[in-house]
């Protein structure tokens, strides 16, 4: 079976730091591109962050450059989310993503994510 599983997430004051992690499963993770996407109440979901099988490239959310930092260990079939200076904006489930040949494309549960002071 397919697992995508996210934790990390919680409540953190504006300007705090959380890293979400997404454990994967079931797969051959190190061939697989894998993405973050955030989804807040009313709105669309939306990508964050995206990083290659072997990490030679990322891409991120205008909002969150500078801010959010996506990396992976493919040993420990592990994506991670370092999210710093968080502001109240960036409140959401954030939700991992694995896309990889002939069309397997998979979705973690997701995780909250809340920025409040």
């Known amino acids: 079976q397919v697992h995508l599983v996210e934790s990390g997430g919680g409540l953190v004051q504006p300007g705090g730091s959380l890293r979400l992690s997404c454990a994967a499963s079931?797969?051959?993770?190190?061939?697989?591109?894998m993405r973050w996407y955030r989804q807040a109440p009313g709105k669309e979901r939306e990508l964050v962050a995206g990083?290659?099988?072997?990490?030679?490239?990322?891409n991120y959310a205008e909002p969150v450059k500078g801010r959010f930092t996506i990396s992976r260990d493919n040993p420990r079939n592990t994506v991670y989310l370092q999210m710093n200076n968080l502001k109240p904006e960036d409140t959401a489930g954030y939700y991992c993503?694995?896309?990889?040949?002939?069309?397997?494309?998979?979705w973690g549960q997701g995780t909250q994510v809340t920025v409040s002071s």
């Open positions: 993503y694995a896309s990889l040949l002939f069309q397997r494309k998979y």
């Open positions: 079931g797969f051959p993770f190190r061939s697989a591109e």
């Open positions: 990083i290659t099988s072997d990490s030679s490239r990322t």
